[in-house]
């Protein structure tokens, strides 16, 4: 009797692990399972970036033949900016490729007779060694053709990976396979396919004309620009993603690297749903995911209210100085529970706020300045506000802030530094000879103040000199 209480005891734990085991083993079955039989096959529809090919309502697997063509191609990084790509298909990313878990996907690599060089591609959806890339090694002018199962459904890269592969890569080299599960993804309202790349070239950052690789800058993981599907505003003004209020939307966003991960955000929603590196755990309630090179990620969420989303890096110099920046736009009703707008702006003064309320500068708003005092005053002002957007120097950035130094956009009205100060400004303008089109926020300071550094503004970085008083601000500020 006690032998037998003994040996049940010794089994229970068994039957426990055993089970386990196989509730595992039924999981796996889902995860890189043996290949259907193949009885059909159709040649895949690809796109290029931001569209996505409609989603497979297939029940049972096919032969996918893929065609993709490799093209080195000089297009703009930003407009005014050249560079020579080498892209999968005419675009950087390459075109999208969809096919569904279990799929034979017969590929087809072609490299263009103009092209200079050989190149291949690790498609990292394949199973097998180098992904496809020793079975793909493609001479300008030729064919390569490979067969692969998509055993994991998931969203993946592919690259070249021909060396120098960095060098390929950084060229702009990549693009994205989706492995959609067998079930298919649930149904969303809008699809988008987004990838992020850092590009290294021998001029910096806006620097105009045909731009070369820069090895070394590539070395150092020092990228100049950081973009969205291959060039400064792929997604912005005309090119922006859109949306309407209501709509779930689903980006494909990648990676192509080389240098950088990539901290992906949509200023202003937060992701229902994410697939992590574009596997098959689901994440919830997402604010910013993680996107290493060579990696991917599903975000999903609804639009709910109308506006600009403003898609980043929140690496935030990345998205503001080097180009990773892109807009979903969304139009429809507002909805003001979910967000107001802005329902107030009232004077806030602290305690003793009445006499510390100007502390940049010691100004009495009353009391009349000499020039001198101004210089000091402006000089200040200019080194505390001013400075983060024009300079220390006053030459500005080019393409973001423009220069004060020698500014013809003033020289022949100065009034015009004034109202600038008071009521901010915006839209295109050219300083000497350069475009610009981005905002200066107006600035609450005093009358005394904006005269002084105003005044200053004008008699330094080789302007012609000059003076403002209060007075006039007084009647510029109308
Ligand atoms: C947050 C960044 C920022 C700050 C701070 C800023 N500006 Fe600007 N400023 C800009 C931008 C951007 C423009 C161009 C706006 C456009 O493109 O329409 C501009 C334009 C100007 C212009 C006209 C164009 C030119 O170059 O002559 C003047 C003058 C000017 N700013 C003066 C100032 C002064 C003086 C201060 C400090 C009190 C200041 N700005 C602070 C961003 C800034
Ligand atoms: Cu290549």
């Known amino acids: 009797m006690k032998y037998i209480y003994k040996l049940i005891r010794s089994i229970i734990p068994l039957a426990v ?70 892209t999968f298909g005419g675009q950087v990313p390459g075109k999208f490729i969809r096919v569904r878990e279990g799929d034979l996907v017969e590929f087809h690599l072609k490299n263009d007779p103009s092209s200079k060089l050989p190149h291949n591609i690790d498609l990292h959806a394949v199973t097998g060694p180098g992904g496809g890339a020793v079975s793909t090694f493609t001479a300008p002018g030729h064919e390569t053709q490979f067969s692969f199962t998509a055993l994991n459904p998931g969203l993946f ?27 298919g993804l649930p149904a969303v309202d809008k699809e988008f396919y987004v990838v992020q790349g850092d590009f290294y070239t021998k001029g910096g ?16 993981e020092n990228p100049d620009y950081v973009v969205f599907n291959g060039k400064v505003g792929a997604l912005t003004e005309a090119n922006s993603l859109k949306a309407n209020v209501g709509e779930t939307v689903r980006l494909f966003v990648g990676n192509g690297g080389p240098g950088l991960v990539s901290s992906f955000h949509v200023i202003g929603e937060i992701f229902d749903n994410v697939y992590p590196e574009g596997g098959s755990t689901l994440n919830h309630n997402i604010q910013t995911t993680l996107i290493p090179p060579g990696g991917s990620a599903i975000t999903e969420f609804k639009s709910d209210v109308p506006g600009n989303y403003i898609l980043v ?37 602290p305690e003793g706020g009445a006499i510390q309320s100007m502390p940049t500068a010691d100004v009495e708003t009353a009391k009349p300045l000499t020039k001198d005092e101004k210089l000091v005053i402006g000089k200040a002002l200019y080194a505390s506000i001013c400075f983060a957007c024009h300079q220390a120097d006053g030459k500005g950035i080019e393409k973001a802030f423009p220069p004060l130094v020698n500014s013809d956009y003033f020289a022949s009205n100065p009034e015009i530094i004034i109202q600038t100060i008071t009521h901010g400004l915006t839209g295109p303008i050219t300083v000497n000879g350069k475009k610009f089109d981005g905002v200066m926020p107006k600035q609450s300071l005093s009358d005394n103040q904006i005269a002084s550094v105003a005044t200053y503004v004008l008699n330094n970085f080789g302007n012609k000199g000059g003076e403002f008083d209060a007075a006039d601000v007084v009647r510029l500020r109308k």
């Open 17 to 86: 692990v055993l089970l386990i085991a196989s509730a595992c083993s039924n999981d796996r079955q889902s995860v890189g399972s043996i290949p259907e039989a193949i009885t059909s096959e159709e040649v895949a529809v690809l796109t290029f970036a931001p569209d996505v090919p409609p989603p497979i309502k297939r029940k049972h697997a096919t032969k996918m033949i893929v065609n993709l063509e490799v093209i080195e191609k000089e297009m703009e990084m930003m407009d005014g900016v050249k560079y020579n790509f080498w």
């Open 157 to 183: 890269i592919y690259h070249c990976a021909t060396a120098p592969v960095g060098m390929h890569i950084a060229n702009g080299m990549y693009g994205m396979i989706l492995v959609e599960p067998k079930d």
């Open 205 to 220: 950052y806006g620097e105009s004309g045909l731009q070369q690789f820069d090895m070394e800058k590539a070395l150092n």
């Open 313 to 349: 890096d929140h690496a935030i110099f990345r998205a503001f100085n080097k180009g990773a920046l892109g807009i979903l736009k969304v139009d429809g009703q507002d909805n003001k529970t979910i967000y107001s707008g802005q329902q107030d702006d009232r004077i806030y003064q």
